[in-house]
């Protein structure tokens, strides 16, 4: 294999392991970020759920409501038909039997017939509802039964009692009318359908005024009792007319059709006549006359009442279409957080997942580098000495320092190139990694300093880099004789002959030069001041040689 295929292996070795997804407490934080991630999306989730939950509840009440509205127009339709049917068959009893009223009497009862026909259902039935009242059969029969007692009884009747019959009718409905109402009334309806409900209760008054009046002019006079009963029914028409105005604007901008017009002048002109009982001679025409202009008065209260129910049904379908809108955005957002959501978290999951294990790695990165950095660290001060590698390490200047005196030992192994020929490197090199190691632990015990080793050569300083006063020599020798003494004990293993120690020792601070570095100096620009040892040293085989003292330069010649 290739060097440059070894490094691509080890490349894609490293980013695996920068993948590799951490464990034990990087699971725990892994868990808490998507915990995290994940607690936004379920709170928007829960959020909007409960938002929908309002609005489809808002709706399903909404939408009732805008049933029951619709509901009670029929009813309010059904109501006036029944009033109009008082009205004329107060008509009919007060003109004593006329045909022709009979007859516009029959039209109404087929008006009133329908209007029962159309309602879309029967109102709430309870256990004090009378029998006639339970069902639409049965009203139907009860009312037939009294109309035809109205014909063929009608000499055992009286005006009083049919008003009161069709007044008590009438009241049962509009009571019915207002408990629907009230389950339909809502914040942003009450003030119409308030209105709404003193308007239907109005045009009944109304009604009953018609009936009581067409009495009045039937009979050409009241008694004192149906003139008090008169007066009470136009106070209370005239008093839920005003709180219908108090809750909408829109009545009055109806009623103003109405201001100051004939119509107005002469049920104006009739109701003080009525008030006032100004008798005159019995007259069916008017009666007749004051049956036609209170129909057109409450005319326009039935235009006010069917008015109020279209804008409040307008407003339900308003605030429907609100409803449905929220709806479809709630549910549009819902499916979106939903379906975005998991994406999300897997996202969260892989992006924490890979942060998480490229933490680690640079964790195990960072600890790598720490390893290597106390290496190097270590062969710094092999190297060096302390004080100079930690000014290194500052990166400061590293100042020359001047020693007065230090004692230098060398030591070398006798005979080591020749006796370490013939083994392997490995075990060359294994043998001085043990024996160093044992010349190591020995000048531990001692103030020097080892400068350096080379094969089998081994040189150590006193008295530097720290200064330690005249002790360099006695420390340099005590280390010199343990030395000696732990290479006697020492196991060579790989040569089967034990090791003798060579060791020089020299305590100084002069400079010794040979007769050729002499002759070189003398030569040189510099003036050198050189002074003869004085003795002969042997160097080998009987060979010696004289060598001189460098003292000092005496004079800088020219450059």
């Not at 997804?21 to 909007?48: D, E, H, R, W, Y």
């Not at 009982?277 to 025409?285: F, G």
């Not at 379908?317 to 449905?324: E, F, G, N, S, V």
């Not at 003036?527 to 003869?532: D, I, T």
């Amino acid at each position: 294999m290739s060097l440059y295929a070894k490094y691509r292996q080890s490349n894609r070795h490293d980013e695996s392991d920068a993948l590799t997804p951490p464990s034990g407490k990087c699971t725990l934080q892994l868990v808490g970020l998507l915990f995290l991630a994940l607690s936004p999306i379920l709170a928007m989730v829960v959020q909007n759920a409960i938002i929908l939950n309002e609005v489809s509840e808002n709706r399903i009440i909404r939408r009732a409501a805008s049933r029951e509205i619709s509901f009670s127009t029929y009813i309010g339709r059904a109501v006036h038909n029944l009033a109009v049917e008082r009205g004329a068959t107060s008509l009919f009893l007060g003109s004593r039997g006329d045909t022709d009223v009979y007859q516009g009497l029959l039209r109404k009862y087929e008006d009133t017939d329908m209007a029962i026909a159309d309602l879309p259902s029967w109102p709430d039935v309870t256990a004090e509802t009378p029998w006639y009242f339970r069902n639409p059969e049965n009203f139907q029969r009860y009312l037939a039964h009294h109309r035809s007692d109205v014909w063929f009884k009608r000499n055992q009747t009286t005006v009083t009692k049919e008003i009161l019959f069709y007044t008590a009718v009438t009241e049962k409905f509009i009571s019915d009318m207002g408990r629907t109402l009230s389950r339909a009334d809502t914040s942003q309806l009450w003030t119409t359908v308030v209105a709404y409900q003193m308007v239907v209760s109005a045009k009944d008054y109304a009604g009953l005024e018609r009936a009581l009046g067409s009495v009045f002019f039937a009979q050409g006079g009241f008694s004192s009792s149906e003139l008090i009963w008169y007066d009470k029914v136009l106070e209370v028409g005239n008093s839920n007319l005003k709180d219908a105005i108090t809750y909408s604007d829109r009545v009055v901008q109806i009623l103003e059709q109405f201001r100051g017009t004939a119509l107005e002048a002469n049920i104006s002109s009739s109701r003080e006549r009525i008030k006032t009982n100004q008798i005159a001679r019995a007259s069916v025409e008017a009666g007749a006359e004051w049956f036609d202009l209170m129909t057109q008065y409450i005319g326009f209260l039935r235009q006010v009442e069917q008015h109020l129910s279209e804008r409040v049904l307008d407003i339900l379908q308003h605030l429907l279409a609100q409803d449905d809108v929220q709806l479809a955005t709630g549910y549009t957002i819902l499916l979106t957080v939903v379906s975005i959501g998991p994406f999300i978290v897997m996202g969260v999951y892989k992006m924490a997942s890979e942060a998480q294990a490229v933490a680690a790695n640079l964790e195990n990165i960072t600890a790598k580098l720490e390893l290597e950095k106390k290496k190097s660290d270590k062969l710094l001060y092999r190297v060096f000495p302390a004080i100079v590698v930690n000014a290194m390490k500052k990166a400061d200047t590293v100042p020359a320092e001047y020693f007065d005196e230090v004692t230098i030992m060398f030591s070398d192994i006798v005979g080591f190139t020749e006796r370490t020929a013939a083994i392997s490197p490995h075990k060359v090199i294994d043998l001085l990694n043990r024996l160093y190691h044992t010349f190591d632990v020995v000048l531990g015990r001692y103030d020097v300093y080892k400068v350096e080793s080379i094969a089998g050569a081994y040189m150590v300083a006193s008295g530097l880099p720290t200064k330690n006063g005249d002790h360099h020599g006695e420390q340099i020798a005590c280390a010199a004789l343990h030395l000696m003494k732990a290479a006697r004990s020492f196991h060579p293993v790989h040569v089967t002959y034990p090791l003798e120690l060579r060791i020089g020792i020299h305590t100084a601070n002069r400079i010794q030069i040979s007769p050729s570095t002499r002759e070189l100096l003398m030569t040189s620009r510099e003036s050198f001041l050189v002074e003869p040892r004085g003795d002969v040293i042997p160097i080998k085989d009987g060979v010696t040689m004289k060598t001189y003292w460098l003292n000092l330069v005496k004079t800088q010649g020219p450059k």
